[in-house]
């Protein structure tokens, strides 16, 4: 469902900055779940998967029109995980590109 909506809002952006004239290439969209990976990919339809049917046919049209490719990243290398706690944002800090000055 989440990398459903990251490709609605992607494809909206695309949309709008090609209108102004800045069109963009194909965005990665990183997700933590292979499955769900799996099922945005490929048009396989399972019993099992029919209650999400729309959701990954709209994900496998924006991989298809080369709109996004799909990535996978565990969860424990996100750097958005930086919003979460100070250990989290410890780790991930120095791949935010923020310069923080030093306690002397």
């Not at 989440?2 to 965005?27: H, N, Y």
């Not at 959701?55 to 919003?83: A, Q, R, T, W």
Request: with cysteine; charged share 20%; aromatic share 10%.
């Amino acid at each position: 469902m989440a990398m459903s909506d990251t490709c609605r809002q992607v494809s909206w952006i695309q949309s709008l900055m090609s209108e102004l004239g800045f069109p963009l290439s194909k965005m990665p969209v990183c997700a933590d779940n292979q499955g769900s990976i799996f099922i945005g990919s490929n048009p396989v339809q399972e019993k099992c998967t029919k209650h999400i049917d729309i959701h990954y046919h709209y994900i496998h049209k924006c991989i298809e029109d080369k709109k996004v490719s799909v990535i996978f990243l565990p969860g424990c290398d996100n750097p958005m995980d930086m919003f979460m706690p100070q250990v989290a944002f410890l780790k991930f800090r120095d791949q935010s590109g923020l310069i923080f000055p030093r306690a002397h």
